[in-house]
């Protein structure tokens, strides 16, 4: 997991660090060559998405020859489509936000994969919103204490993909930090939920239902032979 940070490494702009590297041509193409190690799995499961037409195509009586080739052809495209699908979440991935100038933020640039995209005004970014959500086992549950932290990007244009952040990260220090940043013209919110995951309802014994019934059936059984 990722470790959400503030780079003032440049005193000119603030960078909110949402992933490491990215931002290069460079690096977006040695991602994406990178990728081709997939190719083999996506090739598999477009030919396992074919497997309907092959078993009609087989039972149509058109022999194993042409079963196989649109099998092929199947996955040959799932591993086109699914690469080409990649390389772009490489490219167009978000890596950091870069806020300038750095004392008071007027403006935002989306830092990708492959570069930079065109300063933005700084109200582009609505909200960065920070989620601590703590579940403590009941007594006697076996399953440990779960603990979740992830940070949301939300853009006057939709959001971006939600962060997960390490168990131990100092939400209260990070939303403090990021607040005394941005602020105002960013506005930071932090949530807090702590709750005890829920007991299961005793199983039901089918056992006692069962000779509940049977007992019931009995009984009018008699009352009506009594008639």
Do not use: K
């Amino acid at each position: 997991m990722q470790r959400v940070l503030l780079d003032r490494s440049d005193p000119e702009v603030l960078d909110l660090v949402l992933a490491e590297r990215g931002g290069s041509l460079r690096y977006a193409l040695t991602a994406a060559l990178q990728s081709v190690i997939a190719v083999p799995v996506l090739f598999l499961v477009g030919a396992l998405l074919s497997l309907p037409l092959d078993i009609a195509m087989l039972f149509a009586g058109t022999g194993w020859g042409p079963v196989w080739e649109a099998a092929g052809i199947a996955g040959g495209a799932g591993a086109v489509i699914g690469w080409v699908l990649m390389v772009r979440a490489v490219f167009r991935h978000v890596h950091r936000l870069r806020f300038a100038p750095s004392a008071e933020p007027a403006t935002v640039v989306l830092v990708r994969g492959a570069g930079a995209d065109r300063p933005l005004p700084v109200t582009e970014v609505r909200r960065i919103r920070i989620d601590h959500s703590t579940e403590e086992p009941y007594d006697g549950d076996r399953a440990p204490r779960s603990v979740t932290v992830t940070l949301t990007v939300l853009l006057a244009h939709g959001r971006l993909p939600r962060l997960s952040l390490p168990e131990d990260t100092d939400t209260a220090a990070l939303h403090r930090e990021l607040s005394e940043a941005l602020s105002p013209a960013v506005a930071v919110d932090l949530h807090v939920r702590h709750r005890r995951r829920p007991e299961p309802p005793p199983p039901v014994s089918h056992r006692a239902g069962s000779s509940g019934w049977l007992s019931t059936i009995g009984h009018g059984g008699s009352t009506g032979s009594g008639a």
